[in-house]
């Protein structure tokens, strides 16, 4: 039989179990779901299903009339998750010199992937069944996979369900996106604090295995390196005197080059080749090979473009998750450039 002791005992542990309990459901009820349980890659099924479709056959006319349209698209995508999340505000416009396409760490971004939503857009919203239901940002996530692809890299499936911001501000661009001259350090956090890794981080570097970057942005590393080296020492000699060629002291800095001096007009892992041969055309590139910490992940993508290439696909997935408007959040934007 039990004694006064024992019940006191029995119910003082079973207050305990209680309190842990209701503790333990109001921290599940505080914590904000996964923003990937919002996302579905078959969001659109029943509201506009040819979306895919739709879009890709604008990407791909675009794509046939300039290549630019592939890097310009690509690094829009990245340019506006990484400001305020993936709400396609970078693409609102504003009065000059107010929004984030405004500032100088975007006011380089191609008018060939504005360009590109656009038509997509247009595309979209003349079938009936999708005016006004497929949002700016997962237009531009769409099209960022299709030029991707098309360029050669890999086809993957693009989680859905993101809904357009309403604010687009100049200063919300300070101190968010990766500079040239980034080390190791800087890079891992700024993306940490996107939810990405280092792996991830390196394989969205890869990405500059297109495109092109403005002389300006790594001239010191070709002529004023330091007191002591005039160039850069990690960075290739003779692709040093290359580039100065191309960039000559007095000249525009605003001459473009090749991000990648090999292959930069197809999706491949040349840009780890790359950086093994010291061509790493920013600092925050090179980093990557100099870095112990990170040179074997760039050995690996340089010599297994598979693992590049499912490593991207895992990376950029979780980019397209970054700060995501879902639900009632944000809305439906008519017209891309404006709020409704």
């Known amino acids: 039989m039990a004694t006064a002791t024992d019940s006191r005992r029995t119910w003082g542990g ?63 995508f990245f340019h ?9 505000s970078v693409l609102l416009a504003g009065p000059t010199g107010k929004v984030e396409k405004d500032h100088p760490d975007d006011i380089s971004l191609a008018g060939d992937g504005f360009d590109t939503v656009v038509k997509a857009k247009a595309a979209v919203d003349k079938d009936s069944r999708c005016t006004n239901k497929v949002s700016c940002a997962d237009i531009l996530a769409l099209a960022t996979r299709d030029v991707v692809s098309l360029a050669g890299g890999p086809f993957y499936q693009v989680e859905l369900g993101r809904r357009d ?17 980034f080390n190791l350090d800087k890079l891992n956090t700024m993306f940490s604090s996107h939810g990405l890794s280092q792996t991830d981080m390196i394989a969205l570097s890869g990405a500059h295995t297109l495109g ?29 005197l290359q580039l100065r060629q191309m960039c000559p002291v007095k000249v525009d800095p605003r001459i473009a080059i090749n991000m990648d001096p090999t292959t930069p007009q197809i999706f491949d892992n040349a840009y780890y080749k790359n950086l093994q041969q010291g061509k790493g055309l920013f600092t925050s590139d090179q980093i990557l090979f100099t870095d112990p910490r990170s040179r074997n992940t760039v050995n690996l993508f340089a010599s297994n473009a598979n693992a590049f290439n ?5 990376a950029i997935t979780k980019l397209g998750r970054v700060g995501v408007k879902t639900g009632n959040a944000g809305e439906i934007r008519r017209d891309c450039s404006f709020i409704n």
């Open 165 to 181: 911001g309403r604010i687009s501000t100049i200063a919300s661009v300070q101190h968010s996106l990766p500079q040239p001259e």
């Open 80 to 88: 506006d998750c990484f400001v305020r999340g993936c709400d396609a």
């Open 14 to 76: 079973a207050q305990g179990s209680i309190m842990t309990l209701i503790i333990l459901i109001l921290t599940l009820s505080l914590s904000p779901l996964p923003t990937q349980a919002q996302l579905k890659t078959d969001f659109y099924k029943n509201i506009c299903p040819n979306v895919e479709s739709l879009v890709r056959s604008a990407v791909t006319q675009k794509f046939q009339q300039t290549f630019v349209t592939v890097p310009a698209t690509l690094r829009l």
């Open 310 to 314: 499912q490593a991207f696909i895992s």
């Open 212 to 240: 092109f970057s403005h002389c300006g942005k790594f001239s010191k590393r070709i002529y004023n390196f330091s007191p002591k080296n005039k160039i850069d020492p990690t960075l290739n000699l003779a692709y040093a």
